[in-house]
């Protein structure tokens, strides 16, 4: 698993004015013992600010704890409906 910092310009426009803003965002992919990437999808915000949920390409969903003091990522998978535990490290 890999995630990195993209730009993501937000533009929008009522009538004759427009605003811009220079935003970034988190952009992921996964690699399952080197099988060819794919896209983490939908990334959006554990409640507390403690984690990470989102889904991968094929639509099952993942959630992440931040890293703890091992520098390791704990959380779950879903696959088939069952859920597995995840654990992520550097």
């Given at each position: 698993m890999k995630?990195?910092?993209?730009?993501?310009?937000?533009?929008?426009c009522s009538g004759?004015?427009?605003?811009s803003a220079g935003l970034v965002?988190?952009?992921g992919s996964f690699s399952d013992n080197g099988s060819r990437?794919?896209?983490l999808l939908n990334l959006r915000n554990g409640g507390e600010g403690r984690g990470s949920f989102?889904?991968?390409a094929d639509g099952n969903r993942w959630?992440?704890?931040k890293p703890d003091?091992?520098?390791r990522a704990r959380g779950h998978?879903?696959?088939n409906g069952n859920q597995y535990s995840l654990v992520c490290w550097r």
């Open positions: 995630w990195v910092i993209v730009d993501d310009p937000q533009v929008t004759e004015w427009c605003t965002r988190r952009k990437w794919v896209p989102f889904n991968h959630y992440l704890l003091a091992s520098g998978t879903t696959w």
